[in-house]
């Protein structure tokens, strides 16, 4: 079992920057792959990124070359760099530990499918 918090949201003007954190608790932080996901308001949650135990990313199109995902498993601790934020960020941010049995067969991808253990989200606002 794995249990996530997540901190660092807040009200940003566009072009700003947050950084996202989610502490992990559970013996299997290192093993799973980790993923940022987000839900607009009024729309479907998303994937937004996601890493594996070494270091593998992959981005939503959406974010590449403005967001980056990095994790430090001595801290148990998954980060998300937001940089050149836009108002279309604006979301509830959920961190995820991953099974791998979702990660490795794409599953992860798509929200609805996923199995994973979720955390209790974080809000970002992007004002323009």
């Known amino acids: 079992q794995v249990q996530l918090v997540e901190s660092g949201g807040g009200l940003v003007q566009a072009g700003g920057s947050l950084r996202l954190s989610c502490a992990a608790s559970?013996?299997?932080?290192?093993?799973?792959?980790m993923g940022w996901y987000r839900q607009p308001p009024g729309n479907q949650r998303e994937l937004v990124a996601a890493?594996?135990?070494?270091?593998?990313?992959n981005y939503a199109d959406s974010v590449k070359g403005r967001f980056t995902i990095s994790r430090d498993n001595a801290k148990n601790t998954v980060y998300l760099q937001m940089n050149s934020l836009k108002p279309e960020d604006t979301a509830v941010y959920y961190c995820?530990?991953?099974?791998?049995?979702?990660?490795?067969?794409?599953?992860?991808?798509?929200?609805?499918?996923?199995?994973?253990?979720w955390g209790q989200g974080t809000q970002v606002t992007v004002s323009s």
């Open positions: 995820a530990a991953i099974t791998l049995n979702s990660y490795y067969s794409g599953a992860y991808l798509y929200p609805d499918e996923v199995d994973a253990y």
């Open positions: 559970g013996s299997s932080f290192s093993i799973n792959p």
């Open positions: 890493i594996t135990s070494g270091g593998i990313t």
